[in-house]
Protein backbone atom coordinates (compact mmCIF):
# COMPACT_ATOMS: atom_id res chain seq x y z
CA UNK A 1 0.00 0.00 0.00
CA UNK A 2 1.23 3.61 -1.13
CA UNK A 3 1.76 6.34 1.19
CA UNK A 4 -0.39 9.60 0.75
CA UNK A 5 0.32 12.52 -0.26
CA UNK A 6 0.24 16.09 1.84
CA UNK A 7 -1.86 17.93 0.35
CA UNK A 8 -3.27 20.27 2.48
CA UNK A 9 -2.78 24.01 1.65
CA UNK A 10 -2.14 25.25 5.23
CA UNK A 11 1.18 23.49 5.20
CA UNK A 12 3.46 25.15 3.36
CA UNK A 13 4.26 24.45 -0.42
CA UNK A 14 8.31 24.34 -0.04
CA UNK A 15 7.90 21.68 2.81
CA UNK A 16 4.84 20.53 1.06
CA UNK A 17 7.03 19.69 -1.51
CA UNK A 18 9.68 18.03 0.07
CA UNK A 19 7.23 15.59 1.60
CA UNK A 20 5.77 14.52 -1.24
CA UNK A 21 9.23 13.92 -2.72
CA UNK A 22 9.76 11.95 -0.02
CA UNK A 23 6.57 9.87 -0.55
CA UNK A 24 7.29 9.35 -4.15
CA UNK A 25 10.70 7.43 -3.34
CA UNK A 26 9.11 5.74 -0.63
CA UNK A 27 6.92 4.29 -2.92
CA UNK A 28 9.53 3.33 -5.31
CA UNK A 29 11.44 1.41 -3.31
CA UNK A 30 8.47 -0.47 -2.13
CA UNK A 31 7.51 -1.49 -5.38
CA UNK A 32 11.84 -2.53 -5.73
CA UNK A 33 11.42 -4.18 -2.24
CA UNK A 34 8.25 -6.14 -3.38
CA UNK A 35 9.88 -7.13 -6.97
CA UNK A 36 12.74 -8.41 -4.74
CA UNK A 37 10.69 -10.18 -2.88
CA UNK A 38 9.04 -11.86 -5.31
CA UNK A 39 12.31 -13.05 -7.04
CA UNK A 40 13.29 -14.38 -3.51
CA UNK A 41 10.19 -15.90 -3.13
CA UNK A 42 11.20 -18.06 -6.49
CA UNK A 43 14.51 -18.59 -5.16
CA UNK A 44 13.09 -20.15 -2.05
CA UNK A 45 11.24 -22.93 -4.26
CA UNK A 46 15.20 -24.23 -5.17
CA UNK A 47 16.47 -24.31 -1.25
CA UNK A 48 15.86 -25.93 1.72
CA UNK A 49 15.74 -24.64 5.19
CA UNK A 50 18.27 -27.55 7.10
CA UNK A 51 18.62 -27.14 11.09
CA UNK A 52 20.29 -29.55 13.39
CA UNK A 53 20.77 -30.14 17.15
CA UNK A 54 21.57 -26.27 18.57
CA UNK A 55 22.91 -25.16 15.73
CA UNK A 56 21.06 -22.36 14.13
CA UNK A 57 19.02 -22.73 11.36
CA UNK A 58 20.70 -22.92 7.94
CA UNK A 59 19.92 -22.32 4.30
CA UNK A 60 21.90 -24.44 1.99
CA UNK A 61 21.29 -25.20 -1.88
CA UNK A 62 19.14 -28.42 -2.26
CA UNK A 63 17.43 -29.48 -5.15
CA UNK A 64 18.35 -28.53 -8.37
CA UNK A 65 21.72 -29.97 -9.77
CA UNK A 66 24.67 -28.27 -11.82
CA UNK A 67 22.88 -29.40 -14.75
CA UNK A 68 19.71 -27.46 -13.74
CA UNK A 69 17.85 -30.70 -12.70
CA UNK A 70 15.17 -30.35 -10.16
CA UNK A 71 14.51 -32.77 -7.43
CA UNK A 72 11.00 -32.74 -5.04
CA UNK A 73 13.73 -32.67 -1.84
CA UNK A 74 16.92 -32.12 -0.75
CA UNK A 75 16.99 -35.97 0.43
CA UNK A 76 15.78 -36.92 -2.95
CA UNK A 77 18.51 -35.17 -4.56
CA UNK A 78 21.28 -36.52 -2.16
CA UNK A 79 20.08 -40.03 -3.24
CA UNK A 80 19.56 -39.90 -6.32
CA UNK A 81 23.44 -38.75 -6.61
CA UNK A 82 24.82 -41.48 -3.74
CA UNK A 83 22.97 -44.05 -5.93
CA UNK A 84 24.18 -43.00 -9.32
CA UNK A 85 27.99 -42.83 -7.42
CA UNK A 86 27.33 -46.42 -6.12
CA UNK A 87 26.63 -47.59 -9.44
CA UNK A 88 29.37 -46.58 -10.69
CA UNK A 89 31.85 -47.98 -8.65
CA UNK A 90 30.05 -51.06 -8.77
CA UNK A 91 30.44 -50.84 -12.64
CA UNK A 92 33.97 -49.68 -12.37
CA UNK A 93 34.75 -53.01 -9.91
CA UNK A 94 32.87 -55.06 -11.88
CA UNK A 95 35.61 -54.06 -15.08
CA UNK A 96 38.12 -54.33 -13.07
CA UNK A 97 37.42 -57.81 -12.00
CA UNK A 98 37.09 -58.66 -15.85
CA UNK A 99 40.22 -56.67 -16.95
CA UNK A 100 41.70 -58.51 -14.23
CA UNK A 101 40.47 -62.16 -15.83
CA UNK A 102 41.48 -60.91 -18.76
CA UNK A 103 45.08 -60.42 -17.67
CA UNK A 104 45.27 -63.38 -15.90
CA UNK A 105 44.32 -65.28 -19.16
CA UNK A 106 46.71 -62.77 -21.37
CA UNK A 107 49.56 -63.94 -18.56
CA UNK A 108 48.54 -67.72 -19.50
CA UNK A 109 48.73 -67.17 -23.08
CA UNK A 110 52.14 -65.51 -23.00
CA UNK A 111 53.83 -68.52 -20.54
CA UNK A 112 52.67 -70.43 -23.31
CA UNK A 113 54.22 -68.74 -25.93
CA UNK A 114 57.52 -68.11 -24.48
CA UNK A 115 59.58 -69.59 -21.68
CA UNK A 116 62.55 -67.37 -20.50
CA UNK A 117 66.66 -68.79 -20.64
CA UNK A 118 66.91 -71.01 -17.62
CA UNK A 119 62.99 -72.30 -17.76
CA UNK A 120 63.90 -75.87 -19.06
CA UNK A 121 60.40 -77.90 -19.63
CA UNK A 122 60.79 -81.89 -19.41
CA UNK A 123 57.66 -83.35 -20.37
CA UNK A 124 57.06 -87.23 -19.96
CA UNK A 125 55.46 -89.91 -22.67
CA UNK A 126 53.86 -93.36 -21.75
CA UNK A 127 51.70 -95.19 -24.03
CA UNK A 128 51.51 -97.69 -21.06
CA UNK A 129 50.65 -95.64 -18.43
CA UNK A 130 49.95 -92.14 -19.53
CA UNK A 131 46.85 -90.32 -20.52
CA UNK A 132 45.87 -87.55 -22.38
CA UNK A 133 43.41 -85.58 -20.68
CA UNK A 134 44.02 -86.53 -17.27
CA UNK A 135 47.74 -86.07 -17.07
CA UNK A 136 50.62 -82.84 -16.90
CA UNK A 137 53.14 -84.19 -18.45
CA UNK A 138 55.18 -85.09 -14.96
CA UNK A 139 57.00 -88.18 -14.58
CA UNK A 140 54.00 -89.12 -12.42
CA UNK A 141 51.61 -88.24 -14.61
CA UNK A 142 52.65 -88.63 -17.76
CA UNK A 143 50.89 -88.12 -21.63
CA UNK A 144 49.85 -90.96 -23.64
CA UNK A 145 50.93 -89.27 -27.25
CA UNK A 146 53.98 -87.53 -28.52
CA UNK A 147 52.06 -85.07 -29.85
CA UNK A 148 50.37 -84.02 -27.21
CA UNK A 149 53.42 -83.23 -25.17
CA UNK A 150 55.36 -81.61 -28.45
CA UNK A 151 51.81 -79.08 -27.83
CA UNK A 152 52.71 -78.25 -24.45
CA UNK A 153 56.75 -76.93 -25.42
CA UNK A 154 56.42 -72.90 -25.52
CA UNK A 155 56.66 -71.09 -28.75
CA UNK A 156 59.50 -69.33 -28.05
CA UNK A 157 61.71 -70.79 -26.31
CA UNK A 158 65.53 -70.02 -25.17
CA UNK A 159 66.52 -73.23 -23.13
CA UNK A 160 66.02 -77.22 -23.63
CA UNK A 161 62.59 -78.73 -23.75
CA UNK A 162 62.97 -82.67 -23.98
CA UNK A 163 60.24 -84.88 -24.52
CA UNK A 164 60.70 -87.89 -22.45
CA UNK A 165 59.38 -91.14 -24.39
CA UNK A 166 58.95 -94.48 -22.25
CA UNK A 167 59.38 -97.62 -23.87
CA UNK A 168 56.66 -98.48 -26.60
CA UNK A 169 54.83 -97.85 -30.04
CA UNK A 170 53.71 -94.85 -30.98
CA UNK A 171 52.02 -95.01 -34.26
CA UNK A 172 52.11 -91.05 -34.91
CA UNK A 173 53.15 -88.43 -37.01
CA UNK A 174 54.59 -86.04 -34.92
CA UNK A 175 54.60 -82.34 -36.09
CA UNK A 176 56.28 -79.50 -34.89
CA UNK A 177 55.96 -76.25 -36.63
CA UNK A 178 56.70 -72.47 -35.74
CA UNK A 179 58.37 -73.33 -32.94
CA UNK A 180 61.73 -70.85 -31.54
CA UNK A 181 63.72 -73.14 -29.58
CA UNK A 182 66.74 -72.92 -28.08
CA UNK A 183 66.55 -77.15 -28.07
CA UNK A 184 64.35 -79.67 -28.90
CA UNK A 185 65.17 -83.38 -27.59
CA UNK A 186 62.39 -85.92 -28.17
CA UNK A 187 64.68 -89.16 -26.40
CA UNK A 188 64.26 -92.67 -24.83
CA UNK A 189 63.97 -92.90 -21.68
CA UNK A 190 66.39 -95.37 -21.87
CA UNK A 191 70.47 -94.53 -21.84
CA UNK A 192 72.13 -93.70 -25.29
CA UNK A 193 74.88 -96.24 -24.34
CA UNK A 194 72.95 -99.17 -23.40
CA UNK A 195 71.51 -99.20 -27.37
CA UNK A 196 73.02 -100.81 -30.11
CA UNK A 197 71.50 -99.74 -33.23
CA UNK A 198 72.75 -102.29 -35.18
CA UNK A 199 71.54 -105.52 -33.73
CA UNK A 200 68.48 -104.41 -31.39
CA UNK A 201 65.50 -102.40 -31.81
CA UNK A 202 65.52 -99.35 -30.28
CA UNK A 203 62.79 -99.38 -27.34
CA UNK A 204 60.72 -95.91 -28.70
CA UNK A 205 59.15 -96.74 -32.18
CA UNK A 206 57.14 -93.97 -33.77
CA UNK A 207 56.13 -93.68 -37.59
CA UNK A 208 57.61 -89.99 -38.45
CA UNK A 209 58.65 -86.94 -37.21
CA UNK A 210 58.98 -83.50 -38.67
CA UNK A 211 60.02 -79.93 -38.12
CA UNK A 212 58.54 -76.85 -39.99
CA UNK A 213 59.38 -73.28 -40.53
CA UNK A 214 61.34 -74.06 -36.89
CA UNK A 215 64.79 -72.15 -35.34
CA UNK A 216 66.99 -73.83 -33.16
CA UNK A 217 68.38 -77.35 -32.69
CA UNK A 218 66.56 -80.21 -32.77
CA UNK A 219 67.72 -83.66 -31.88
CA UNK A 220 65.90 -87.56 -32.32
CA UNK A 221 67.42 -90.04 -30.00
CA UNK A 222 66.73 -93.73 -29.50
CA UNK A 223 63.81 -93.68 -31.90
CA UNK A 224 62.89 -96.58 -34.48
CA UNK A 225 60.91 -95.64 -37.19
CA UNK A 226 57.79 -98.26 -38.27
CA UNK A 227 54.75 -98.36 -40.36
CA UNK A 228 56.64 -96.52 -42.90
CA UNK A 229 53.37 -97.21 -45.46
CA UNK A 230 51.36 -94.71 -43.80
CA UNK A 231 54.06 -92.28 -43.57
CA UNK A 232 53.31 -88.74 -44.69
CA UNK A 233 53.99 -87.26 -47.68
CA UNK A 234 55.90 -83.76 -48.59
CA UNK A 235 56.42 -82.58 -51.80
CA UNK A 236 55.96 -85.96 -53.39
CA UNK A 237 58.11 -87.97 -51.26
CA UNK A 238 57.00 -89.93 -48.20
CA UNK A 239 59.46 -89.73 -44.60
CA UNK A 240 60.57 -90.94 -41.86
CA UNK A 241 62.07 -87.62 -40.79
CA UNK A 242 62.14 -84.07 -42.15
CA UNK A 243 63.39 -80.63 -41.07
CA UNK A 244 61.79 -78.09 -43.44
CA UNK A 245 62.42 -74.18 -43.76
CA UNK A 246 65.08 -73.71 -41.05
CA UNK A 247 66.36 -75.35 -37.87
CA UNK A 248 69.17 -78.33 -37.42
CA UNK A 249 67.88 -81.85 -36.94
CA UNK A 250 70.36 -84.41 -35.29
CA UNK A 251 69.51 -87.94 -35.57
CA UNK A 252 71.30 -89.85 -33.18
CA UNK A 253 70.84 -93.65 -32.56
CA UNK A 254 67.96 -93.67 -35.27
CA UNK A 255 67.28 -97.08 -36.43
CA UNK A 256 65.90 -97.53 -40.07
CA UNK A 257 65.22 -100.90 -40.84
CA UNK A 258 61.60 -101.75 -41.87
CA UNK A 259 61.78 -102.33 -45.17
CA UNK A 260 60.73 -99.56 -47.60
CA UNK A 261 62.58 -100.91 -51.05
CA UNK A 262 59.48 -100.98 -53.12
CA UNK A 263 58.55 -97.63 -52.35
CA UNK A 264 60.04 -95.39 -54.95
CA UNK A 265 58.66 -92.16 -53.11
CA UNK A 266 59.76 -93.06 -50.05
CA UNK A 267 63.37 -91.34 -48.10
CA UNK A 268 63.98 -92.34 -44.65
CA UNK A 269 64.99 -88.53 -44.13
CA UNK A 270 64.25 -85.30 -45.51
CA UNK A 271 66.25 -81.60 -45.11
CA UNK A 272 65.03 -79.02 -47.50
CA UNK A 273 65.01 -75.00 -47.61
CA UNK A 274 67.48 -73.88 -45.36
CA UNK A 275 67.64 -76.49 -43.00
CA UNK A 276 70.54 -78.41 -41.63
CA UNK A 277 70.59 -82.56 -40.75
CA UNK A 278 73.03 -84.16 -39.34
CA UNK A 279 73.10 -87.99 -39.08
CA UNK A 280 75.22 -90.14 -36.67
CA UNK A 281 75.29 -93.21 -34.55
CA UNK A 282 72.97 -94.55 -36.87
CA UNK A 283 71.56 -97.54 -38.91
CA UNK A 284 69.90 -97.85 -42.09
CA UNK A 285 68.93 -101.05 -43.93
CA UNK A 286 66.40 -102.05 -46.85
CA UNK A 287 65.53 -98.30 -47.71
CA UNK A 288 64.57 -96.81 -51.15
CA UNK A 289 66.46 -94.12 -49.69
CA UNK A 290 68.23 -92.83 -46.48
CA UNK A 291 68.24 -89.04 -47.32
CA UNK A 292 67.91 -86.57 -49.92
CA UNK A 293 69.07 -82.93 -49.32
CA UNK A 294 67.08 -80.55 -51.47
CA UNK A 295 66.62 -76.37 -52.07
CA UNK A 296 69.67 -75.35 -49.99
CA UNK A 297 69.07 -78.15 -47.27
CA UNK A 298 72.41 -79.43 -46.00
CA UNK A 299 72.98 -82.64 -45.27
CA UNK A 300 76.54 -84.12 -42.76
CA UNK A 301 76.74 -87.83 -42.56
CA UNK A 302 79.43 -88.84 -40.06
CA UNK A 303 81.48 -91.70 -40.28
CA UNK A 304 79.17 -93.80 -37.40
CA UNK A 305 76.48 -94.03 -39.66
CA UNK A 306 75.94 -97.94 -41.06
CA UNK A 307 73.59 -100.04 -42.51
CA UNK A 308 73.28 -101.86 -45.61
CA UNK A 309 70.68 -103.51 -48.84
CA UNK A 310 69.64 -99.72 -49.43
CA UNK A 311 68.58 -98.83 -53.05
CA UNK A 312 69.97 -94.81 -52.38
CA UNK A 313 72.08 -93.56 -50.21
CA UNK A 314 72.22 -89.72 -50.27
CA UNK A 315 70.88 -87.54 -52.83
CA UNK A 316 71.67 -83.73 -53.46
CA UNK A 317 68.50 -82.55 -55.26
CA UNK A 318 69.62 -78.24 -55.60
CA UNK A 319 71.04 -78.95 -52.00
CA UNK A 320 74.67 -80.24 -50.26
CA UNK A 321 75.46 -83.48 -49.06
CA UNK A 322 78.53 -84.18 -46.69
CA UNK A 323 79.05 -87.42 -47.03
CA UNK A 324 81.53 -88.84 -44.07
CA UNK A 325 80.34 -92.52 -44.27
CA UNK A 326 82.79 -95.44 -45.16
CA UNK A 327 81.94 -98.81 -46.41
CA UNK A 328 80.13 -100.09 -43.39
CA UNK A 329 76.86 -97.99 -45.05
CA UNK A 330 75.89 -99.45 -48.38
CA UNK A 331 73.41 -98.70 -50.97
CA UNK A 332 73.15 -99.89 -54.78
CA UNK A 333 73.70 -96.30 -55.38
CA UNK A 334 75.63 -94.04 -52.69
CA UNK A 335 75.52 -90.88 -54.13
CA UNK A 336 72.98 -88.94 -56.21
CA UNK A 337 72.95 -85.64 -57.80
CA UNK A 338 70.20 -83.95 -59.09
CA UNK A 339 70.11 -79.70 -60.49
CA UNK A 340 72.53 -78.09 -58.93
CA UNK A 341 73.04 -80.44 -56.11
CA UNK A 342 76.75 -80.57 -54.29
CA UNK A 343 77.94 -83.82 -52.83
CA UNK A 344 81.02 -83.87 -50.73
CA UNK A 345 83.25 -86.91 -49.25
CA UNK A 346 86.40 -86.07 -47.49
CA UNK A 347 86.98 -83.09 -48.71
CA UNK A 348 86.21 -84.16 -52.66
CA UNK A 349 83.98 -82.56 -54.56
CA UNK A 350 81.54 -86.06 -56.52
CA UNK A 351 79.14 -83.77 -58.69
Known sequence: MGLLKLVKNRISSEWKEIFNHNVDYLNGLETKVDSQNEATNSRIDNLVLNAGGDSSNEVVDARVNNKGEKFATLQGRLTYHEDL?????????????SQKEQIGQLNEVIAGLYAGSGSNVDIYVSAKNGNDKTGDGTEQKPFKTIQIAINQIPLINTSTSTIWIDDGVYLEDVFIRGISAGKIIIRTIQSPSTLDVTKSDMPVKVRSVSFFYCSGYFQAQGLELVDQANAPIYEGRKYSFCCEQGGYLA????????????????????VGGMSKMHIYDSYFANQNQINVSRLFGETRASSTVTGASNNIAFEADNGTVRDGTTSTLSATTKHKASAQGLIIAKGTVLS
Open 251 to 270: LYKVRVAENTKSMSDHTASY
Open 85 to 97: ADQKIADTEKELE
